[in-house]
């Protein structure tokens, strides 16, 4: 039991480690005041534009150097439609959603459906050694990077202006502070966040397949909601889908009472806790007092 317990946790790592890139990368957006439900969009692009370039350059570097540009344009996109041309800040995620989920499957289709053209996607470098071999260095950084988060935002400057352009905008302009520039740079890092997730995504797999990213940018979004647009908190919710995440997989094909429940069953469970979880804790959750505004 005990065994088994401590596969679960550490199956549960790399499945937790792009969901807190993401979450990280959107609290920094939603901090600024920026909403951002296009998290799914940018880590589906990096993931599929990431193993496009590690696969036909044979290096994982260059496709981890791919699939964050490529996130990086969805995100000054994002911050572009919102704060040059004031587009809604959700019509402004769904279209990139959108566009993102049709351009991966025509590249997909087009380039790395048939495996003679492109090989397995090859694995980051830098793994732990021992029994942490197959866990690589960056997963381990990404449960470093909310940490990271809470001391930028708590004790720096930079920090503390993200945080005054995302609780009242049009204050932090009376202290000549300019909100669309301080979104820039939060656009920035949110873009190489998800860029990293995507690619985590992908070097799990080891293979690029239509809509990879299977919601995942939601429930970091949902992990953000619960945690109450805080680091630490959403760490731990991240952490928390991750563990369902590696159940459904461990629970696959196990019967209970001689009956076996469908897959797409136990497919649902990271899904449905965090529906669960929303319903009880979003009234409790109190976002950036201006987000949404220019």
């Known amino acids: 039991m005990l065994n088994a317990?401590?596969?679960?946790?550490?199956?549960?790592?790399?499945?937790?480690?792009?969901?807190?890139?993401?979450?990280?990368a959107g609290l920094f957006s939603e901090r600024s005041g920026v909403i951002d439900i296009s998290l799914e969009?940018?880590?589906?692009?990096?993931?599929?534009?990431g193993a496009w370039v590690a696969g036909a350059s044979h290096s994982a570097v260059l496709g981890l150097a791919a699939g964050v540009f490529a996130a990086v344009?969805?995100?000054?996109?994002?911050?572009?439609?919102?704060?040059?041309?004031?587009?809604?800040?959700?019509?402004?995620?769904?279209?990139?959603?959108?566009?993102?989920?049709?351009?991966?499957?025509?590249?997909?289709?087009?380039f790395l459906s048939t495996a003679s053209e492109i090989p397995e996607v090859p694995k980051l470098p830098v793994h732990l050694a021992g029994a942490f071999a197959y866990i690589s260095v960056y997963?381990?950084?990404?449960?470093?990077?909310?940490?990271?988060?809470?001391?930028y935002i708590g004790r720096t400057r930079g920090?503390?202006?993200?945080?005054?352009?995302?609780?009242?905008?049009?204050?932090?302009?009376?202290?000549?502070?300019?909100?669309?520039?301080?979104?820039?740079w939060a656009a920035l890092i949110n873009g190489v966040l998800t860029g990293v997730?995507?690619?985590?995504?992908?070097?799990?797999?080891?293979?690029?397949?239509d809509n990879m990213t299977a919601g995942r940018g939601y429930i970091a979004l949902a992990a953000l909601i619960i945690g109450g647009w805080r680091a630490l908190p959403a760490?731990?919710?991240?952490?928390?889908?991750?563990?369902?995440?590696?159940l459904q997989i461990a629970l696959q094909g196990v019967s209970i009472?001689?009956?076996?429940?469908?897959?797409?069953?136990?497919?649902?469970?990271?899904?449905?806790?965090?529906?669960?979880?929303?319903a009880g804790l979003v009234k409790r959750s109190r976002p950036p007092a201006g987000i949404g505004q220019h």
């Open 41 to 49: 969009g940018k880590m589906l692009t990096a993931a599929c534009i």
């Open 139 to 151: 997963v381990m950084l990404a449960f470093v990077a909310p940490f990271a988060v809470k001391a």
């Open 159 to 184: 920090g503390l202006r993200l945080l005054a352009v995302g609780n009242a905008p049009g204050k932090a302009r009376l202290a000549g502070l300019a909100p669309v520039r301080v979104r820039l």
């Open 235 to 246: 760490l731990a919710a991240c952490v928390a889908f991750g563990v369902f995440d590696a």
């Open 5 to 24: 317990l401590v596969v679960l946790v550490l199956n549960a790592l790399p499945l937790s480690a792009p969901l807190i890139l993401a979450s990280m």
């Open 73 to 110: 344009i969805l995100s000054l996109l994002h911050w572009l439609f919102t704060q040059h041309y004031r587009i809604d800040h959700v019509v402004s995620g769904m279209a990139l959603n959108a566009m993102a989920l049709g351009a991966t499957n025509f590249i997909n289709t087009k």
């Open 257 to 278: 009472g001689g009956v076996q429940a469908p897959p797409e069953l136990w497919q649902s469970m990271p899904y449905l806790a965090a529906v669960l979880a929303l």
């Open 197 to 209: 997730a995507g690619v985590l995504i992908v070097d799990n797999a080891g293979r690029f397949t």
